[in-house]
């Protein structure tokens, strides 16, 4: 597949093309390693809680580029404590993303947001008074829902990198793995392999709500039933795990929503009262793409599912070689933002940035596999189904590469 900045250059992305069509943008090139249980974080983790501030309005900041088409980019270069790493690496991923563009009439206004929900609202409204056309971040949710407030006043999109599902909204986009398409993608593949009954032991906190809501709807979607639903204080998973082996004859399946470093203890438990992956099918979500989960013994056969990792891995390997660094996980969130808004600026004319085309069901092809963004605001990812053994994990369900066959 070529590279975004190619199909640019190349003009293939050109008005004459059926919109439709024109808009399956191919971000990634063609890669062939893959290395799923790589880097530190997982997709779908859920957002820091920030609390509002009164904070003044960031002091403008850099402008990449000349063009005449503004494109706002709020990151959190500064925190608490001072500079933000995670803001300074999407910030670096934005510009890898301007440079492989070549040639283009874009110009970038990236603005602070001080990793605080007002400074979110702030920098967005000063990058509109600027003349953005399209708001692409903030990270974190409550800056989200600030920053989208002010940008649908102003009537612009935005293209957010946040993973909580409620910060999203009408013409407030979510380009980012939450949780929901972590469960349903999970919930299909288990329906496919023929499970018919799936319990739930989940933990007593935002993530596991999300995904205790979203396990039942996508049941209900695909004609699984659900015996047995046991929450747990987080840490403290001992006596759900005995009430679920108590009932372990009424399913075939168990699905568990937590994160990597709780796990030792939940496959402990799980271990001592006779539940694992051999006698009942384990799968959990993208948080186990860790390795702190490939060598749990009660994980051993699990599945759990993810993004393909070939696409970050390249495009890590791009970007250490530029800065000298390694990018933050979330980084490709950026250069995928930054890749469309210049992409859609060069193809669609007036309405580069109107609903129609952001929401086009084709979707678009980024460094982390294919996406579309829902009118709701939410979206949809190409995942990979993955289990674990020995220590490693293996693709037993590829990704799909496209919206139009199995898997959309």
């Not at 500064?78 to 933000?84: A, D």
Request: with cysteine; net charge positive.
């Amino acid at each position: 597949m070529p590279t975004l900045s190619s199909l640019a250059r190349a003009g293939a992305l050109g008005r004459g093309a059926a919109p439709k069509r024109a808009a399956l943008i191919g971000i990634a090139a063609l890669l062939a390693a893959c290395n799923p249980a790589a880097g530190p974080w997982a997709p779908g983790t859920r957002d820091l809680k920030l609390s509002a501030s009164t904070q003044t309005a960031p002091a403008a900041g850099e402008t990449i580029g000349t063009g005449a088409v503004k494109i706002a980019l709020i990151v959190p270069l500064t925190g608490p404590s001072g500079p933000s790493s995670v803001g300074a690496s999407l910030l670096n991923a934005a510009k890898l993303a301007y440079a492989d563009s070549g040639d283009n009439d874009v110009s970038i206004l990236v603005k602070d947001d001080r990793s605080t929900p007002s400074g979110a609202a702030a920098a967005t409204q000063a990058a509109i008074n600027e003349g953005a056309e399209v708001v692409l971040g903030p990270v974190f949710g409550a800056g989200v829902k600030e920053a989208g407030r002010v940008a649908r006043s102003a009537n612009k999109p935005m293209i957010a990198f946040s993973t909580d599902s409620s910060a999203a909204g009408h013409g407030s986009y979510l380009l980012s793995f939450p949780v929901e398409g972590y469960v349903d993608r999970g919930v299909s593949f288990a329906s496919q392999r023929g499970k018919k009954s799936i319990a739930a032991l989940v933990p007593e906190n935002d993530y596991g709500t999300l995904a205790m809501a979203q396990f039942q709807q996508s049941a209900a979607t695909y004609g699984i039933r659900v015996p047995v639903i046991e929450r747990y204080k987080p840490g403290a998973p001992g006596e759900s795990v005995r009430r679920l082996a108590a009932a372990r004859d009424q399913f075939d399946a168990l699905f568990i929503p937590e994160q990597a470093e709780a796990m030792q203890a939940v496959s402990k438990e799980l271990v001592a009262n006779g539940i694992d992956a051999k006698k009942v099918q384990i799968f959990g979500t993208g948080l186990w793409n860790d390795a702190r989960t490939l060598n749990l013994p009660a994980l051993q056969g699990a599945w759990f599912t993810a993004p393909e990792n070939a696409g970050f891995n390249a495009f890590a390997q791009r970007y250490k070689a530029k800065y000298g660094s390694d990018p933050a996980r979330v980084a490709t969130l950026a250069y995928d933002a930054v890749s469309l808004a210049i992409a859609l600026s060069r193809s669609q004319g007036s309405q580069r940035y109107s609903e129609s085309v952001l929401t086009n069901p084709s979707g678009f092809n980024g460094a982390d596999g294919v996406f579309r963004f829902k009118a709701d605001g939410g979206n949809e990812r190409g995942l990979s189904v993955l289990e674990i053994g020995g220590g490693t994990a293996k693709i037993i369900s590829p990704a799909p590469r496209n919206f139009t066959g199995n898997g959309a």
